[in-house]
DNA sequence: CTTAACGTTGACGTAAACGTCAACCCTGCT
DNA sequence: AGCAGGGTTGACGTTTACGTCAACGTTAAG
């Protein structure tokens, strides 16, 4: 049983109008992402063909800037991905330092989203409270 | 005992410049954000005044520009603030339920967050998973 | 009294993240 | 053959969120 998420199979391949369709964004987008070294989708003759990698890649990507990430330290991360595979000890070393800064960059983005959620409730319990009052 | 966060006394006042250091901000952001209606200091003369109520509120303004909301989200956040504070049901209503649509993207954001957290995560342990196989 | 260090408004510049043409090339109908 | 509906690469426009002058006023110190 193949899960929710995945409708279509592995080996599905993408046009650039297909794959905009159906994360919701232009073609413009995709081909400008691809301009700022975010995604490398292969090509037949000329035309992007995208895979399912690709795609997974751009649901990264959008999922990060939906919270207020750059295009550049999100490319930074998706570049890691890459990196984690190397053998050169001083490379992971340094890969893993990072990653332990971008980890608590975005912890600490977690704790001013929970703080703000916790002031939005404050605000919407005032607002029922004047509404209990009235006749 | 005052809380730790609030060093100064609940009167103090500040001038541009000063609060721009303490928040770690420019005036010129300050200025930009007067402009926008996110804050409307008091003035002295045509000097800018700063109280206590103005700091919070760029605090939280600040926060949510940490993960990703726009000035005008939050110009709409900061505003119900003060809308909270009505007597007609009417806008009590609408704003109640504004403030449930808010909470909802601000969840969404959440998941978005904690979902990328999880696949840094991941990746560094694929990270450390290679420096234990090295010599 | 003037100079330095703050403040003011106004105007223009800029980086990021796309939107919006234009001009062109394939491909599959009809 | 022709044309609609995809794709391609420029190139320039736009919005957001400020940065960066310029020209000016106002205390505070020397």
């Known amino acids: 049983m ?12 993408w046009t650039v109008g297909e794959l905009a369709d159906e994360l919701g964004i232009t073609t413009r ?3 400008f992402y691809e301009a700022e070294g975010l995604i490398t989708p292969s090509r037949a003759g000329s035309a992007r ?12 990507i959008l999922r990060g800037k939906r919270f207020g990430m750059s295009l550049s330290e999100i490319r930074e991360i998706v570049g890691m991905y890459d990196g984690a595979a ?5 490379q992971l070393e340094t890969l893993l330092a990072r ?9 600490a983005r977690e704790r001013d989203l929970a703080r703000t959620l916790s002031e939005v409730d404050e605000v ?12």
Chains 1, 2 share one sequence.
């Open 49 to 60: 063909v995208y895979d399912h990698r690709d795609r997974a890649r751009l649901r990264l």
């Open 2 to 13: 193949t899960p929710a998420t995945e409708a279509s199979p592995a080996d599905r391949l």
């Open 29 to 31: 987008t995709l081909r």
């Open 86 to 90: 190397s053998s050169e000890r001083r």
């Open 99 to 107: 990653l332990g800064e971008i980890t608590a960059d975005l912890r």
């Open 124 to 135: 919407a319990a005032r607002c029922q409270q004047r509404l209990d009052q009235l006749p």
